[in-house]
């Protein structure tokens, strides 16, 4: 597997080596050893399957606060997203800072998105299923998130009128974002 940085502290790309033949295929989508060489230590306690019928299904921005706060493996089984993750740790030199990415089911791609992370996606096409694990069990009270359509953040999404939930319509700015979140507190265990 091919894990490397990206431009944003602790957000991982991960590209599986596959193996393709005319019956299909096999990869290896974890491997337990390989991640804690590459610093992804959390012990994953959730696996999460999401299915969006309809293309430009946007979901986020969100995030879990401390002391409930999440790491993510994210990956797409079928269909395509654009996945972004906004740095949120008030000390970091990437703070306020997004990336995007494609994720398919041709592509394989996979990102590990670390605490202090807020996260969302765009289905690029219909019948996506989009998959993520977990180190920290959903908590409704920890549960935030922040406009997917920030003018601050300025987010390229390659969609201009998504279909949204109206939790994700009434989401605050992030000017008034006040972060839970450091270097400090994301990188220790917390409690759950």
């Known amino acids: 597997m091919d894990i490397s940085q990206t431009a944003l502290g602790g957000l991982l790309c991960l590209r599986p080596k596959v193996f393709a033949d005319a019956r299909g295929f096999f990869l290896e989508s974890y491997n337990r050893d ?9 012990e994953f306690v959730q696996d999460n399957h999401a299915y969006s019928k309809d293309k430009g299904v946007l979901r986020g921005l969100h995030f879990q606060a401390p002391p409930s706060a999440q790491s993510k493996l994210v990956w797409v ?17 990437t703070y306020g800072r997004w990336e995007g990415f494609t994720l398919s089911a041709e592509n394989f791609t996979r990102l590990f998105i670390p605490r202090g992370f807020a996260h969302g996606y765009v289905t690029l096409t219909p019948d996506t299923e989009f998959m993520y694990k977990v180190d920290a069990v959903y908590d409704p009270k920890s549960e935030g998130g922040i406009r997917w359509d920030d003018p601050d953040l300025a ?7 998504p279909m949204l939930s109206d939790k994700d319509r009434r989401q605050p700015d992030f000017a008034s974002f006040r972060s839970p979140f450091n270097c400090e507190n994301t990188t220790k265990p917390q409690g759950r």
């Open 77 to 93: 089984t079928r269909g395509a997203v654009f996945d972004v993750a906004v740095d949120l740790r008030s000390d970091s030199p």
């Open 34 to 42: 390989a991640f804690r060489e590459a610093g992804i230590t959390c």
């Open 155 to 161: 987010i390229d999404w390659p969609v201009e009128d």
